[in-house]
């Protein structure tokens, strides 16, 4: 979301799957809005 606080996480392939470790809650903010968007 544009606004709030997001989990940001950290994945590790293990063999053919991923592994999920959260690391904390953060507030994130586009440099681009544009940006976001194309993605």
Known sequence: ????????AKLTK???RFEREDI????LQPILRSVAAVI
């Open 1 to 8: 979301p544009e606004e709030g606080e997001q989990v940001l």
């Open 14 to 16: 293990v063999g053919s």
């Open 24 to 27: 904390g809650m953060v507030r």
